[in-house]
């Protein structure tokens, strides 16, 4: 079983995936979260192939469920759901991943500020 924890950011919403390897080369997932945009899209993604995880963003049973219900394209939950079908299939090593702000335009407007 490979467990992760993905916090999304500004939103507050964060996301729990569970997934577990079936004897058929699939994994089965089990998504557990406050946002109804990724609760709607685990409905759609209870059980996927190993492979998925190679599959090209246009036809990848992830990101057509991420573009059927998630109003937001920089979410980071779909890529976190690949990121544990891949551990847990045994085709990557769990290794965190994140995206750091350096600076923004925000920070450099309010230093210019009297």
């Keep these: 079983m ?8 500004i939103c507050g919403f964060d996301t729990v995936v569970i997934a577990e390897r079936q004897k058929n080369r699939k994994v089965r997932l089990t998504i557990v979260t406050d ?4 609760k709607a899209m685990a409905e759609e993604l209870n059980e996927l ?8 963003f246009l036809n990848n049973p992830v990101y057509k469920a991420a573009s059927n219900h998630l109003r937001h394209v920089t979410c980071p939950v ?3 759901i690949l990121k544990a079908l891949e551990v847990e299939a045994g085709l990557a090593l769990p290794r965190d991943v994140s995206i ?3 600076s923004s335009a925000r920070e450099e407007e309010d230093d210019k500020s009297p």
Excluded: N, Q, W, Y
């Excluded at 490979?2 to 950011?9: D, E, H, P």
């Excluded at 192939?49 to 090209?56: E, V």
């Design 49 to 56: 192939h190993i492979m998925s995880s190679f599959t090209g």
């Design 2 to 9: 490979t467990k992760v924890k993905i916090r999304a950011g």
């Design 100 to 102: 750091e702000f350096l």
């Design 35 to 38: 946002c109804d945009m990724v």
């Design 78 to 80: 779909p890529s976190g």
